[in-house]
T-cell receptor, first 113, second 114 residues
C-alpha cells in the first residue's frame, strides 16, 4: 500500500538550514516531489527527483533520496521567513497514464527571527 | 509553469444546496485533471481523476453521485457538490498534468456549508 509520513512541525532560526524528512513505503515510486503550501493557498511545486537519482540541487534546495531506506529529505539553505509554510512530500507511480500522487502528512515549517 | 485557476475561491452555502467549483487550465490544454480535498491541518486526499470527454474515475470511498465531475473541454473541469452538508466543508483543490509528471495546482476553493 501507499503511505507517506512526515514529522508535523519544524522550527528553525532565520539563516539556518532546514531539513524536512519524509518516509514512504511504495518501492515502485518513480518520482518523488516536494510541494509548498502557504496559508489558504494551493500547492507550489518546489522540486522533484526521479527514483534513480540520489541527490538533486536547485539553488537553496537540496533533495536527498535513500531508496534503500525509502527516505526522502528536503534541505533548505539559509532559511528565510518567507519559507514559513507547510511542506508536503508526495510520491507517484507512473502507470503509463496520468500519475496519481500520494501526499505525505505535511510538515509545518516555522522560521523565527 | 502552467497557470491553473479555480472559481470561486471561497463559497458559503446552506445545507442541502449544490455548489459548482470550476478548474481552468489557462495556458495549456489538459486531458486530465485531478480533484483533491483537504481538511484543516491535514494532507490532500485524491477524490477523482477527471478525463476530458469521458467519465471521471473516482477513488474508493468517494461518492460519484454526490461529487459530480464534468470535463467537457480541454481547459475546464467542474466539480459539483450536490446536496451539500456541513461535513462537506473543506478545501477543494484541482491540479493539471501538463508535461510528463509535473502537476500544477490551482489556488483552491474553500467550501463552508452552514
Amino acid at each position: 500500500g501507499e503511505d507517506v509520513e512526515q514529522s508535523l512541525f519544524l522550527s528553525v532560526r532565520e539563516g539556518d538550514s532546514s531539513v524536512i524528512n519524509c518516509t514512504y513505503t511504495d518501492s515502485s515510486s518513480t518520482y518523488l516531489y516536494w510541494y509548498k503550501q502557504e496559508p489558504g493557498a494551493g500547492l507550489q511545486l518546489l522540486t522533484y527527483i526521479f527514483s534513480n537519482m540520489d541527490m538533486k540541487q536547485d539553488q537553496r534546495l537540496t533533495v536527498l533520496l535513500n531508496k534503500k531506506d525509502k527516505h526522502l529529505s528536503l534541505r533548505i539553505a539559509d532559511t528565510q521567513t518567507g519559507d514559513s509554510a507547510i511542506y508536503f512530500c508526495a510520491e507517484s507511480l507512473n502507470t503509463g497514464t496520468a500519475s496519481k500522487l500520494t501526499f505525505g502528512t505535511g510538515t509545518r515549517l516555522q522560521v523565527t527571527l | 509553469g502552467a497557470v491553473v485557476s479555480q472559481h470561486p475561491s471561497w463559497v458559503i452555502c446552506k445545507s442541502g444546496t449544490s455548489v459548482k467549483i470550476e478548474c481552468r487550465s489557462l495556458d495549456f490544454q489538459a486531458t486530465t485533471m485531478f480533484w483533491y480535498r483537504q481538511f484543516p491541518k491535514q494532507s490532500l486526499m485524491l477524490m477523482a481523476t477527471s478525463n476530458e470527454g469521458s467519465k471521471a474515475t473516482y477513488e474508493q470511498g468517494v461518492e460519484k453521485d454526490k461529487f459530480l465531475i464534468n470535463h467537457a473541454s480541454l481547459t475546464l473541469s467542474t466539480l459539483t457538490v450536490t446536496s451539500a452538508h456541513p461535513e462537506d466543508s473543506s478545501f477543494y483543490i484541482c491540479s493539471v498534468i501538463i508535461l510528463g509528471n509535473e502537476q500544477f495546482f490551482g489556488p483552491g476553493t474553500r467550501l463552508t456549508v452552514l
